[in-house]
């Protein structure tokens, strides 16, 4: 079955340190997106992505977030300059279409910021 | 935006128990996925289920889409079912494509 690949699994920065959180979507997917959970919480949206651009993002996704699309295959998350309160876990996800289609979670990639 | 409320918070099943999570939800949606967090942390698809009825072998879902709820049964409960249940829906809203999570079912079975 298809999955979504996401590195590193865990990641250990110091506070200020700019992170890139790596994902492979499912080869035909079209639409990407970046969750986080916070230790104990309910896992919140970040970003979706489609055509190259955001379509929609949360009111976390603040100046420090950025997303990207390098190449074919890998959708990233970078963290500028991270804050103690960005550790979490990041899960990407992708689906075929927008609205009423499944979205496939990758295993998620732990941050820690000391 | 939609409000989704799933209960209990927390069960605790002797194994080989039978057990049902809830999921209510405050508006019409699109998609519906139940999902296993196991406890390395990772997001396991259970069922995407926006109405019916799916069955996966001891798992089963129900959403009533009319009256906004969906139901998840874990039949012959195992250890390994043990983990975080959470329910997300997706609101039928123009342009609003995000998944929405409730703050989930933890369950614990014991052997």
């Known amino acids: 079955e298809p999955e979504v690949t996401q590195t590193p699994s865990h990641q250990v920065t110091q506070m200020g340190q700019e992170v890139i959180l790596r994902c492979v979507p499912i080869s035909n997917h079209l639409y990407f997106y970046w969750y986080r959970q916070i230790l104990g919480q309910k896992v919140e949206f970040l970003v979706s992505?489609?055509?190259?651009?955001?379509?929609?993002k949360s009111e976390i996704f603040d100046d420090q977030f950025s997303v990207e699309r390098p190449d074919g295959s890998n959708f990233t998350l970078k963290i500028r300059s991270t804050k103690l309160e960005d550790s979490a876990m990041y899960f990407c996800?992708?689906?075929?279409?927008?609205?009423?289609?499944?979205?496939?979670f990758g295993a998620g990639s732990r941050l820690t910021v000391l | 935006g939609i409000q989704v409320e799933q209960s209990p918070p927390d069960l605790i099943l002797q194994e080989g128990a039978n057990s049902t999570l809830r999921c209510n939800f405050s508006d019409s949606v699109n998609n519906l996925q139940w999902f296993h967090q196991n406890p390395w942390g990772q997001l396991i698809n259970l069922f995407y289920?926006?109405?019916g009825t799916k069955q996966n072998g001891r798992l089963s879902a129900t959403t009533v889409a009319t009256e906004r709820y969906s139901l998840l049964y874990i039949s012959s409960s195992q250890t390994t079912d043990s983990g975080v249940y959470f329910c997300?829906?997706?609101?039928?809203?123009?342009?609003?494509?995000?998944?929405?999570f409730g703050a989930g079912t933890t369950v614990t079975v014991r052997a």
């Open positions: 996800a992708s689906s075929v279409a927008s609205g009423a289609n499944v979205l496939t």
């Open positions: 289920i926006p109405s």
């Open positions: 997300a829906v997706e609101p039928r809203t123009l342009n609003d494509y995000k998944l929405s």
């Open positions: 992505f489609y055509n190259n651009e955001i379509s929609e």
